[in-house]
């Protein structure tokens, strides 16, 4: 409990996991969505991952991260509030029309 609190108690983490939320992403769109460097994404989405919060998968040279089914299953209660409240975050919306801009872009296949 203590390393997915800790995982949560970070704005950058909360940006990540709130897009996500919506499907799973490889890292370049993780960074260019959020505006992160590699390090810094890498960084945080460890964080994430040794949280049990967030699994990840590589496809040849690409990570992709996705919400831990094992989260979900073993915390319902926060990832229903997660997803209620995620939203309300300041960036939120700028995050969003990010997110749709680099699904636009096929970053992984270029």
Known sequence: MV???KGLADETRLRILSQVMKAEMCVCEIEQ???LTQSNASRHLNVLKKAGILDSYKNAQWTYY???ENFINENKELY???KIKINT???YADD???YENCKLQDLCNK
Request: hydrophobic content about 35%; proline content about 6%; aromatic content about 6%.
């Open 96 to 98: 969003c029309t990010k």
């Open 80 to 82: 229903d509030y997660l």
């Open 66 to 68: 996705k919400i831990s």
């Open 33 to 35: 969505c959020l505006g």
């Open 89 to 91: 975050l300041p960036c």
């Open 3 to 5: 390393d997915i609190l």
